[in-house]
């Protein structure tokens, strides 16, 4: 059965950093398409970054890109997301996800197109 947890998540003042990671169970990461999404309250989900299968293709959301970067470590098959120059406008729930295919550059952080999602990690930007 394939299970996705996310960890690392916390309370980080602004300007800090966070390493997400992403662990699976029932599949191999390197294997698929992985993103990252993020829910803040009463906002639609963000889909903010993913990877592709063979990770020659990463992709960033305006609103993170040059803070955030999205890695594989395929010997503990997980994803990270490493967070960098936090802003309290990132403050919301990250969420980890799988598909099978990678549509494209302009579809990869699309959150229909995902099969399987983790329960989520908070992250909390406050002073």
């Known amino acids: 059965q394939l299970q996705l947890v996310e960890s690392g998540g916390g309370l980080v003042q602004p300007g800090g950093s966070l390493r997400l990671s992403c662990a699976a169970s029932?599949?191999?990461?390197?294997?698929?398409?992985v993103g990252w999404f993020r829910q803040a309250p009463g906002k639609e989900r963000e889909g903010i970054s993913c990877i592709s299968l063979n990770s020659d293709t990463t992709v960033y959301a305006d609103s993170v890109k040059g803070r955030f970067t999205i890695s594989r470590d395929n010997a503990k098959n997980t994803v990270l997301l490493q967070m960098d120059s936090l802003k309290p406008e990132d403050t919301a729930v990250y969420y980890c996800?799988?598909?099978?295919?990678?549509?494209?550059?302009?579809?990869?952080?699309?959150?229909?197109?995902?099969?399987?999602w983790g329960q989520g990690t908070q992250v909390t930007v406050s002073s």
């Open positions: 996800a799988t598909q099978g295919s990678f549509y494209g550059r302009s579809f990869c952080t699309l959150a229909p197109l995902y099969d399987y």
């Open positions: 029932g599949v191999t990461l390197d294997r698929v398409v």
